[in-house]
């Protein structure tokens, strides 16, 4: 199996799935949930989230086990999310209002079902080859319990306070995900003053702009979503190996002495030259190790005295020895001191953050 993607939720990926006489298969995404609170909300809703009809929302199909664990049979779109997508350029003002207006048509129809989304931000949000947006992950506001799951920096004040999810805290979420969109673009007053109307503090009074998507402005999407599309898939291709075959140089009988203790004085000044700055790279290259930050509930990590950002964490190289770890969370703060041995592939999880006084 391929893997498309990894979150806070689980891991994405791609797979074949054959129907009951094995003759024909379709391409689906499955998601193998890491958190049993996950797994109850998600069973809970599965009925609900099963029902969902919109063109701009992933279709759920079922319930699978994948390598002994649970996982969520979910329509494959080819395309990338709006976190990869911004990885490789800024969007046109009118890509955006293309994006946010399908993206607001995903959320009114999971609305007019009694249905919030609860997490939109931009790893959640899909954009297909062919130009349309489809929201994922949604369902995780459709729960009583007060504990809020998600990305912190797109989540509503209220809900991530434990008062509930409702429309308003999509339509915050929704006002975020502009916000991101649009950095770097701090002349353009419309966006200015729909993100402030949808990240209002007072959630009564965050409104709903009035975009709409467009046939012309759904093809430059598309366009643009191929072209960085297939530029990643060809960044991924396994890199070419090429051998460079050695030079000989010969000698004939008839050259005079000199010449060839020259040739042969060149030849060993350059081997002599080449292992010295083998040494000296060995030298000065610092000592690293690699950490991975794995857990259930959200924490941001200072490491050293430098912020990290949110859980989960890849650090593929950080320098060996004593780390100081400080975090801080809804489940509490502390700080622990890891040590890291030099090319260590170190995974800490919930575990971690627990043993703080041990």
């Known amino acids: 199996m391929e893997v498309l993607g990894e979150g806070f939720s689980g891991v994405v990926y791609k797979a074949e799935k054959k129907d009951e006489s094995g003759q024909m298969s379709t391409t689906v995404a499955l998601k193998v949930l890491n958190s049993n609170e996950l797994i109850d909300i998600w069973r809970r809703e599965f009925q609900s989230l099963k029902q969902v009809r919109s063109h701009n929302c992933v279709q759920v199909f079922g319930f699978e086990r994948v390598m002994e664990k649970p996982a969520l049979s979910l329509e494959y779109v080819e395309g990338l999310s709006l976190q990869e997508l911004t990885g490789y350029g800024a969007m046109s003002p009118e890509l955006i209002i293309e994006v946010c207006s399908q993206t607001l048509r995903g959320l009114k129809d999971l609305w007019e079902q009694g249905l919030y989304h609860g997490d939109l931000s931009p790893a959640n949000v899909l954009v297909s080859t062919s130009g349309v947006v489809k929201l994922l992950d949604f369902g995780l506001g459709n729960r009583t319990e007060s504990k809020t799951l998600g990305t912190p920096q797109f989540i509503a004040p209220e809900a991530l306070h434990g008062r509930g999810v409702a429309r308003e805290s999509d339509l915050y979420s929704f006002g975020r995900v502009i916000e991101y969109l649009c950095i770097g673009d701090t002349k353009n007053t419309e966006f200015k003053r729909v993100i402030f109307e949808l990240t209002h503090k007072e959630a ?155």
Request: aromatic share 10%; no cysteine; charged share 25%.
């Open 204 to 358: 009564e009074r965050r409104e709903v702009p009035d975009w709409e998507s467009h046939p012309s402005h759904k093809r430059l999407l598309s366009k643009f979503v191929t072209d960085i599309y297939r530029q990643k898939k060809f960044e991924q291709e396994p890199t070419k190996e090429f051998t460079v075959k050695s030079v000989v140089i010969p000698l004939r009988k008839h050259q005079p002495v000199l010449f060839r203790r020259l040739i042969l004085s060149g030849v060993m000044a350059i081997i002599l030259l080449l292992v010295g700055l083998s040494i000296w790279m060995q030298r000065v290259q610092p000592s690293v190790a690699s950490l991975k930050v794995r857990s259930n509930s959200w924490y941001r990590l200072t490491i050293n005295g430098e912020d990290f950002g949110y859980t989960p964490i890849d650090i593929d190289q950080i320098s060996s020895g004593p780390l100081v770890i400080q975090w801080e969370g809804p489940a509490g703060s502390g700080q622990r001191v890891l040590t890291l041995v030099e090319g260590e592939n170190k995974v800490i999880d919930d575990t971690f953050f627990r043993q703080q006084g041990e």
